[in-house]
């Protein structure tokens, strides 16, 4: 479902797609955090946070909040954890999910701009999580060195998305997954496109996996679901 969400939210202009999961947050709910399978991944992109307790960490595009009990696992507490995405409706389930800790706190804002004011010093984000975010940005590769510099030296940045499966056992896991890319970019009735929805999610998330990496000095890279889901983490070098 958050494969989804990237490639729709591509496709759409930012009012459209605040109205659209609007209307779908308690489904896309549901979907995020009970589906087989999603919920140990979610505990796996935390644990790639390199997190200790006392840390603070940001997730850019938290969605219904899904992850961010898990982070709150992670820095304990003493720690904070401030999850940011731009629409309404999906932030008032998330707010709900986590409204029993005091130290976790829901934004409302773009990730490629997050509106971290409230923290003192900027340095003090220990670790950025981003899962299926960097395939509805116009510039990921960008929005990740953003990200590095959010952290600092030392500091870790963490993505995990959707993309085509690499496995031996690829070729009917890619026909599903483009089908379900297909069927959830506007017009759905739309059969060919003169450049393919799955293969522009596939470039973006290839950017900005490639830019984690060169931008990192310790890489942790790993696959998921089918080979369909990427993961991977970086600690950017010490100063």
């Not at 940011?84 to 999906?90: A, C, K, L, R």
């Not at 089908?179 to 900005?208: G, M």
Request: proline share 6%; charged share 25%; aromatic share 6%.
């Amino acid at each position: 479902m958050d494969s989804l969400r990237s490639t729709l939210e591509a496709r759409m202009e930012p009012e459209d797609a605040q109205a659209f999961y609007g209307r779908w947050a308690r489904l896309y709910d549901v979907i995020a955090r009970r589906t087989p399978g999603i919920p140990a991944l979610r505990r796996r992109a935390a644990a790639a946070c390199q997190l200790e307790s006392g840390d603070t960490v940001v997730e850019m595009g938290c969605g219904t909040g899904a992850n961010l009990p898990y982070l709150r696992e992670q820095v304990g507490p003493e720690g904070t954890v401030i999850g940011i995405d731009f629409t309404g409706p999906v932030l008032t389930r998330a707010r709900a999910l986590t409204s029993e800790y005091d130290n976790v706190h829901v934004v409302r804002g773009d990730a490629t701009r997050p509106p971290l004011e409230g923290i003192d010093d900027e340095a003090s984000v220990d670790a950025v999580l981003a899962t299926f975010v960097v395939g509805m940005l116009a510039d990921p590769a960008g929005a990740v060195d953003d990200w590095c510099e959010l952290v600092g030296p030392e500091g870790h940045v963490v993505l995990a998305n959707a993309a085509r499966s690499e496995a031996w056992y690829a070729p009917p896991v890619n026909a599903v997954f483009r089908a379900i890319v297909v069927l959830s970019t506007p017009p759905t009735t739309k059969l060919r496109y003169e450049n393919e929805p799955h293969l522009r999610l596939d470039k973006k998330i290839d950017t900005a996996h490639a830019r984690l990496r060169e931008r990192s000095v310790a890489v942790a890279d790993e696959t998921h679901v089918f080979g369909v889901v990427r993961l991977t983490g970086g600690r950017l070098e010490a100063s």
